[in-house]
């Protein structure tokens, strides 16, 4: 049987006014989890992955782009990223709190 993990992220969560803050909390050989906190107009630059990606938007309004696709996203959106796409990347209008998991 497995053990229960319970991470309480508003806990976890950091900012930086000088660049994003990410958090790893939780990596397993199947699973990896972590927060993003980022300040308005601060981004993650597009990078590739070879897992999907799951993105819930905890708090705050910006973008998620993905192979030069944009969409918007604000508090409870869920974004899933197949590793088929090459690229990725988060860009903050708000102050952006953001759960990112990966599936291996």
Known sequence: MGTLNLHQLDDIIRFNIASPVKTVFYDT??????????????RIPPCSMDHDVVFLVIDGEGEIIVDGQSV??????????????????IEA??????????VR
Request: aromatic share 4%; charged share 25%.
């Open 72 to 89: 918007s996203v604000r508090p409870t959106s869920w974004v899933f990223v197949p590793k088929e796409n090459r690229t990725r990347s």
């Open 29 to 42: 050989g199947r699973l990896k989890a972590q927060v993003m906190g980022l300040e308005p107009g601060q």
């Open 93 to 102: 209008r708000t102050k952006m709190a953001i759960l990112a998991t990966q």
